[in-house]
């Protein structure tokens, strides 16, 4: 199997053989501009020590600050940093989120590691960050990825506005982070929320359903979801609660299925009290978890990691839309064969935005040092509160409290945040359907319609710039 990069490379040259771009532009806008990779000591608790390897790469700055996760997994490399940075410059740029692409990773498995052990590993990586000048408001901003949370996002800003010297916007150094300390409220469910506004767009289009022979609308459909970790667990949740069945999910270790539908909330307790989803109740067990991607579902979601969908299992792959809510899980080979199978696949240059898309309503927040709707909340609620007394007036009806209460009721943080969210979702898929239509003689994929959207924004940037004619 051909290296991570060298796959995002295929996806970025297939669409842009349908532009017209400059060669060397092209070249320029698929170039990683740097890579930082750094060792340092780890005192581990019981007091010997250890290197640590991590990276940070910053793919383009065709836009500043660059901005993308950082995750902590056995499996971080240079080749894997690279892609993920190169798939955030796409991503940024096609829900219109005016940031460079970036990535950074640590090798270590967290599960062995103790919560002090982690402080100082996530301490001693943004130091070194910080000392290189690979973070900073407006240089690079990380956030959270596979195997990171909002603890770490505290300790990297912590670090940093420790070392910034008064610096006023030192919190907008990092995305993701808890609300006492400069976070916003939605952003811990925005990608999973992103993969449910999304699957929502395309399920309520009557045409896609068509194609695939299925019928319109969120409710009833089987999916199948692996990885319940922050994005799947929020993807699974907002479609359970939309009226979908979650009949499989796939963890690490095992998958459990359930064709009458698995209980989210039940089964994600039961994982953070056992540590595994082995033994869960009203469910069957799967010893091996990729077996749970092969159940018969009309949706499958793949959440955890890259290359999970592979020219191996692909064809015996049931269901009719890959929702991709991981980076890179379908290989170019596999998607190859699923497409050659009617399969839709949803590409996660756009499915996952939703967190880059909230993480740029945070670092707006941070930059403004106000909370989205403090100021228009009590005006918002005063002015429909004078129409709906104007109405009942010339009625002559009076509406129930509580419906006049949520009538009039004004946009918290939150309801800006989700609005925000899912109008970039929508308008970002009504762009890649558009694309679509312009070339449906050669049948491209959204995948290909993505690339395209990304290539055609980026060379814009640099043609605005005076770079390139
Ligand atoms: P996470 O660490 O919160 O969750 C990952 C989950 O996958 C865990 O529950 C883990 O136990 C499970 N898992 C690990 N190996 C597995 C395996 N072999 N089979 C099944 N399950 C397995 O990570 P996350 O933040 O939810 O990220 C998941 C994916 O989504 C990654 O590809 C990441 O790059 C992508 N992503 C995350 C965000 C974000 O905001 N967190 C944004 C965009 C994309």
Request: aromatic residues 8%.
């Amino acid at each position: 199997m051909s290296g991570f990069l060298e796959q995002v490379n295929t996806a970025f040259d297939r669409a842009a053989g349908f532009t017209k771009h400059d060669p060397t532009l092209l070249e320029q806008i698929k170039a990683c501009n740097a890579v930082y990779y750094m060792s340092f000591p780890l005192k581990r608790d019981d007091g010997s020590i250890e290197v640590i390897h991590a990276w940070r790469a910053e793919h383009s700055q065709h836009k500043s600050p660059t901005k993308g996760g950082i995750r902590y997994s056995m499996g971080v490399s240079d080749d894997e940093v690279m892609a993920l940075a190169a798939l955030m410059t796409y991503k940024c740029a096609i829900v219109d989120v005016p940031f460079g692409g970036a990535k950074g990773g640590v090798r270590i498995d967290r599960r062995n590691y103790s919560e002090g052990e982690l402080e100082r590993v996530t301490r001693r990586y943004t130091y070194e960050l910080v000392r290189k000048r690979f973070i900073g408001p407006g240089i690079d901003v990380p956030a959270p990825d596979y195997g990171t949370s909002s603890k770490e996002m505290a300790w990297i800003a912590d670090t940093y506005a420790s070392l910034s010297d008064g610096e006023i916007d030192a919190l907008a150094c990092v995305t993701a982070k808890p609300l006492a300390q400069g976070g916003i409220r939605g952003r811990t469910e925005a990608t999973g929320l992103g993969v449910f506004y999304g699957l929502r767009e395309v399920c309520n289009s009557a045409a896609e359903m068509s194609r695939l022979g299925m019928s319109p609308g969120l409710e009833g459909k089987r999916i199948v979801v692996q990885g319940l970790g922050n994005v799947g667990y929020h993807a699974a949740k907002f479609l359970q609660d939309a009226g979908a069945i979650i009949v499989g999910i796939a963890e690490y270790r095992a998958a459990l299925s359930n064709p009458a539908g698995l209980d989210v909330e039940a089964v994600n307790a039961w994982r953070i009290e056992h540590g595994t989803v082995i033994g869960f109740p009203d469910a069957t067990g799967i010893p091996n978890t990729l077996d749970g991607l092969e159940l018969d579902c009309d949706i499958l979601i793949p959440a955890a990691l890259e290359h999970q969908i592979t020219v191996e299992n692909a064809p015996r792959i049931k269901a009719k839309i890959v929702a991709e809510a991981a980076n890179g899980p379908t290989t170019a080979a596999a998607e190859t064969i699923l497409e050659e199978r009617g399969v839709l696949i949803l590409p996660d240059i756009w499915l996952n935005a939703g967190g880059v898309i909230v993480s740029y309503f945070e670092w707006l927040k941070n930059l403004s040092h106000v909370r989205f709707g403090r100021m228009e909340k009590r005006y918002e609620e005063g002015a429909y509160r004078r129409m709906l007394s104007a109405i009942e007036k010339s009625t002559g009806t009076k509406f129930p409290e509580d419906e006049a209460r949520a009538i009039t009721e004004g946009a918290s943080e939150q309801d800006l945040v989700y609005s925000g969210l899912e109008e970039s979702m929508s308008a970002a898929y009504q762009q890649l359907c558009v694309i679509r239509e312009r070339h449906v003689e050669r049948g491209i994929s959204l995948r290909t319609a993505a690339f395209i959207n990304a290539i055609d924004k980026v060379a814009r940037s640099y043609s605005d710039m005076g770079i390139f004619p």
